[in-house]
């Protein structure tokens, strides 16, 4: 994977799982500052997608992107949330991450 594109899909996931974890912050609080801070994340989103979709197949980037960002949510909304995890998730994220694992090969 090239560094730029490391780079650019790094934002593009962290600012996936920021804007998902401000919007919650935002559910339980209803304080706007936090509805503000994931509009700004949403943002950083579009534009890291805009650099990756135009020097890397979407097909690819997009679905790494997505699936990396669902599995750190799901692992922050176990361990800060205290939600649950039952078998049938847990395999479904062990799929996840192969998926991305596999993808991943494929921009190398």
Avoid: C, H
């Amino acid at each position: 994977m090239k560094s730029n594109t490391l780079k650019w899909t790094l934002v593009a996931i962290i600012s996936t799982v920021l804007s998902i974890l401000l919007i919650k912050q935002y559910a339980d609080t209803r304080n706007l500052f936090w509805g503000g801070l994931s509009f700004l994340s949403y943002g950083l989103l579009v534009l890291s997608f805009s650099f990756l979709f135009s020097s890397e197949e979407v097909v690819i980037v997009y679905p790494i992107v997505k699936a990396s960002s669902i599995a750190i949510i799901v692992f922050l909304s176990v361990f800060f949330y205290k939600e649950q995890l039952d078998l049938q998730s847990a395999v479904a994220i062990l799929m996840i991450l192969a998926a991305i694992f596999m993808l991943s090969k494929k921009l190398s």
